[in-house]
């Protein structure tokens, strides 16, 4: 599966408990749809370090590198190509 | 005095120092008092007077912070509305306070369109984000928000007083055990005495910068702007915690010296690397909402070494209640401490006589900071303010249980109702099981709080179905999505055959607690 689809996926499973997820953009962002909170952060770090492998630092847990799937894909995309 | 003053003693005093810093935007206290006045200006033109409601339903925002400050200045009460409300909700709390006006943005306006058509009583919205081709819901007058505090030919000169300070200044609707969310009545004086007192423990001065992720919906959010305008120092408002390293960014490049923060915040906190967390400006971290483990406040201290850790207790309906003072941490670290300046607590029976140390009761508190009652709810008031000490006085019964010791510390017992403590705020698990029972499948459905390191108590629905029906968690958990504020979606849902009753075939929360209630 493509890296977005994939992420998308997650997405659909865990912050919109399965609801279509066709009204979400790739560019759109999480917090403007209210669809994330802290806690939902915290899972989707577990996800990109277990399905990835990427070891998440603190820093990078800014909304540039997580806040919509065109940034999680950026995101994840530059961490896999440093590894 | 009156709560706006805190605003416009500043902007006398210090007009150019910077009060907000919101994302890329800082303004200073002139500014910020004078796009207040325009806004005001533009209330009372539209037709708000004196004691009228006023809700603003935005996120933490430049905007959300004046339009709080315009609707005192135009003599009206103001109300913060959960900006996750959904739109049934929302025009709950508007028709039952019934608002003169609403203050949002076109995102949250077109997505409760057709509903805000139905409130009678509101006479316009004011519209944040540009109104462009936007088109209201139907009736209802649209005013260009940003167009107003950016001028628009509006004088700019503070308006002459129109309350005193026994006037209602804000309604703040908390989660009831009725299910219905019941609007908090406080004062221009409650609000003040609370602020001076708080203010007055954590010592604040001038120089202070305090950093706010939560949400001004929140009384606690709300009282962060309130107190710093008071004191003439700068705030930091942030849209949420969500991202957390957006919270230590900005405690380290702004200076911050306070950081409210609640117990959710501090287990996401502790999951950082001290390296990255170097905030030497940070004079203090206050607590509240729930107590913080022993161990957290402990690994607190060792991320923060230059701050005090301040635990504290309070309710909407007084606001706080208690403080530690620091040096008071080590000796009871699970005491939320003693009542604040200019306040009295003490613990009664259930026929409130004061117990002696140690005893358990429920906390009474007696001060100036006690709301007026819950808006137009003459019974529940009644069960929470009663007759005090002098003549036609009212003290707050908080529901909650309490021992002291020896000292006259405080420690939390429990509650004497089934309130579920989530991410440091209230939920009634009756709304959240009025909505469960709405959906067709359910034949009955009960909430539980169960413990959660992150959470502090995480919400649990326990459903048994109605027979040859299916439904799936995660079925059940979007159609709360749609439904309720995003703290009070559950967290997990379990499905039983039937809910255990009590004899008198009431549900047994004991039984359903004991059965599915352990952390998963």
């Not at chain 2, 009228?52 to 933490?60: F, G, I, K, Q, T």
């Not at chain 2, 609403?102 to 316009?124: F, K, M, N, Q, W």
């Not at chain 2, 909407?316 to 306040?343: A, F, H, W």
């Amino acid at each position: 599966m493509p890296l977005n689809e994939e992420l998308r996926q997650f997405v659909t499973d865990n912050f919109l408990y399965g609801k279509s997820s066709a009204g979400l953009a790739d560019h759109d962002s999480f917090l403007d749809k209210g669809i994330i909170d802290s806690t939902g952060v915290l899972e989707l770090v577990a996800f990109l370090e277990q399905r990835y492998g990427i070891l998440m630092q603190d820093h990078d847990l800014l909304p540039e590198n997580l806040d919509s799937i065109d940034n999680l894909a950026r995101f994840v995309g530059s961490k896999l190509s440093r590894n | 005095m009156q709560v706006e003053s805190f605003l416009e003693q500043s902007a006398r005093s210090v007009p150019g120092k910077t009060a907000l810093v919101c994302g890329e935007r800082r303004l200073t206290y002139g500014e910020l008092d004078q796009s207040a006045n325009r806004l005001a200006q533009s209330l009372i033109a539209a037709g708000v007077h004196r004691g009228d409601r006023v809700a603003v339903y935005l996120e933490n925002s430049v905007e959300a912070v004046v339009s709080i400050f315009a609707i005192l200045k135009a003599g009206a009460v103001f109300l913060v509305i959960n900006p996750t409300t959904k739109p049934d909700k929302l025009c709950y709390i508007l028709h039952n306070c019934r608002a003169k006006g609403l203050i949002t943005d076109t995102r949250r306006e077109t997505a409760s369109g057709d509903a805000l058509a139905g409130v009678a009583s509101l006479l316009a919205i004011w519209l944040a984000g540009g109104i462009g081709k936007h088109v209201a819901a139907a009736g209802k007058r649209l005013v260009d928000l940003d167009a107003v505090l950016n001028d628009a030919g509006l004088p700019a000169q503070a308006l002459p007083k129109r309350c005193i300070d026994i006037d209602l200044a804000a309604l703040i609707y908390t989660s009831g055990s009725t299910g219905r969310p019941k609007g908090v009545m406080l004062t221009h004086l409650n609000i003040v005495a609370a602020a001076t007192s708080i203010t007055t423990y954590l010592e604040n001065r001038t120089e202070d910068i305090i950093l706010s992720v939560l949400p001004l919906s929140f009384d606690y959010g709300l009282y962060q702007v309130l107190m710093a305008f008071k004191f003439g120092g700068t705030v930091v408002l942030e849209r949420s915690f969500t991202y957390p390293y957006k919270a230590i960014d900005l405690l380290i490049r702004e200076k911050v010296t306070g950081f409210p923060i609640v117990p959710t915040m501090a287990a996401v906190l502790l999951q950082m690397d001290s390296a990255s967390v170097q905030c030497p400006s940070l004079r203090y971290i206050t607590n509240t909402a729930a107590a913080l483990p022993t161990e957290h406040i402990r690994r607190l201290r060792d991320l923060f070494p230059s701050a005090e850790l301040y635990s504290m207790y309070g309710l909407t309906e007084c606001k706080r209640v208690s403080y530690l003072p620091p040096e008071q941490l080590d000796i009871r670290p699970t005491s939320i401490g003693r009542g604040m300046p200019n306040e009295e607590v003490y613990i009664v029976d259930d026929e409130g006589n004061r117990l002696p140390p140690q005893a358990v009761g429920e906390l009474v508190v007696r001060g100036a900071n006690v709301m007026k009652g819950y808006w137009e709810l003459p019974e529940e008031t009644e069960k929470m303010l009663k007759p005090g000490p002098l003549p036609g006085e009212k003290v707050l019964h908080t529901g909650d249980l309490f021992r002291s010791d020896e000292e006259g510390y405080l420690y939390f017992v429990g509650r004497k109702d089934d309130i579920i403590k989530t991410r440091g705020e209230k939920v009634s698990p009756r709304e959240v099981e009025d909505v469960l029972h709405a959906i067709p499948e359910v034949a009955e459905a009960a909430v539980i709080g169960v413990p959660d390191a992150v959470l502090g108590q995480a919400i649990r629905a326990v459903i048994s179905l109605r027979e040859g029906t299916q439904l799936r968690e995660n079925d059940v958990l979007r159609y709360c999505a749609a439904r309720l504020e995003d703290f009070m979606v559950p967290k997990s849902v379990v499905f039983v055959s039937s809910l255990p009753k009590t004899g008198s075939g009431k549900v047994s929360k004991r039984e359903i607690a004991a059965s599915v209630g352990e952390t998963v």
